[in-house]
């Protein structure tokens, strides 16, 4: 029986928008913190060697810094500077390619140390997080050169960084906070603020993917793609249940292939293949589930369409290539 709109907004869309309303609103606070307390310099100084090449702003590597604790933050950082005019949106894709490998790393240490590694075994599961990890990596450099090769001075402007360094966040700058409690209140509150102006949109966006999804079979829209994939990388016959399971579930998927690796069914090679093509089977749903409701809130349609565009692009180019180079060897 089909849950009620009523029903999944209460248990599934209010969890979910507050708790990135939350993240939002710390990320945007600290950003005013690292201003105000004089630590952007400090924190750029270990970002340096990717937003310098980039063409981005010392302010950027706070942002990206922040994404290996929390994506969301991450996020809120960067759609604060960007709504400050301190990024435009072609320096700001620019960063949120770069944020890339930093959010891989945060999934490290709550998802594949801890639950993962275990359940594939040492050998597949290293190898696996090994290839995720590259693939992040390649992203974040893609986003470099891309930084390198397009953004100029166009693409930021400096008196919107000098007014973010002149008042520390604060909303009056002929009054800028002096005392520690000032900076704390006025953090609090530039992170409330932005958090409360897209909690809106957050909620319209779940809400609308919760019902579509609860009312509407993506399993059996997106299945098929399973089987021409697995045919088209010569995998084996077994990696298609595999891979329809892992792309809806991906502690799923590795509880379904770990036996069949212990049983010579699959390599460690073409079982990380399998989980790969899985992966990208799983942007159907993954994008329509999480990215588009997560970007659209932070960014609204129009700039979040664009982020789902690029990463989306990203990774599968990036995945295709380690595929080819994984099945090549």
């Given amino acids: 029986m089909a849950p009620s709109l009523g029903g999944l907004v209460v248990g599934e869309v209010l969890p979910q928008v507050a708790a990135i309303a939350v993240a ?13 307390f004089g630590a952007v310099d400090r924190v750029a100084a270990l970002s340096r060697p990717l937003t310098g090449p980039a063409n981005l702003p010392d302010e950027v590597g706070g942002a990206v810094l922040t994404t290996a604790a929390s994506t969301t ?3 809120g950082m960067l ?5 400050s005019g301190l990024l435009d949106d072609r320096a700001t894709l620019v960063a949120v390619t770069i944020n890339t490998f930093f959010g891989f790393v945060q999934h490290i240490f709550t998802f594949y140390a801890p639950v993962l590694i275990p359940i594939l075994g040492l050998r597949v599961g290293l190898l696996y997080v090994g290839v995720r990890a590259g693939i992040a990596l390649a992203i974040t450099a893609t986003g470099v050169v891309a930084g390198a090769v397009l953004l100029g001075p166009d693409n930021v402007d400096p008196e919107a960084a000098a007014d973010v360094r002149a008042d520390g966040g604060s909303d009056d700058a002929d009054d800028p906070p ?6 704390l209140r006025d953090a609090a509150r530039t992170g409330l603020a932005k958090s409360r102006d897209i909690l809106p949109r957050l909620a319209v966006v779940y809400t609308l993917v919760a019902a579509l999804t609860a009312f509407y079979d993506l399993e059996a829209l997106t299945g098929g793609a399973a089987d021409p994939l697995a045919a088209l990388t010569g995998l084996p016959a077994a990696a298609v249940p595999v891979i329809v399971v892992y792309a809806f579930d991906t502690t799923s998927g590795a509880v379904t292939i770990a036996p069949l690796v212990d049983d010579g ?4 090679r073409t079982a990380v293949a399998t989980m790969l093509v899985g992966g990208i089977v799983s942007f159907t749903v993954s994008t329509f589930k999480r990215s588009i409701p997560f970007q659209f809130g932070i960014w609204g349609a129009e700039f979040g369409a664009k982020v789902v565009a690029v990463n989306t692009a990203l990774k599968v180019v ?3 290539v380690s595929l080819t180079a994984l099945l090549a060897f």
């Fill in 318 to 320: 990036w995945i295709a």
């Fill in 79 to 83: 759609a604060e500077y960007r709504d």
């Fill in 73 to 75: 933050a991450g996020y």
């Fill in 24 to 36: 939002i609103a710390v990320g945007v606070a600290l950003a005013d913190l690292l201003v105000a």
């Fill in 178 to 183: 002096s005392t520690t409690r000032e900076k």
């Fill in 265 to 268: 069914v699959f390599t460690a």
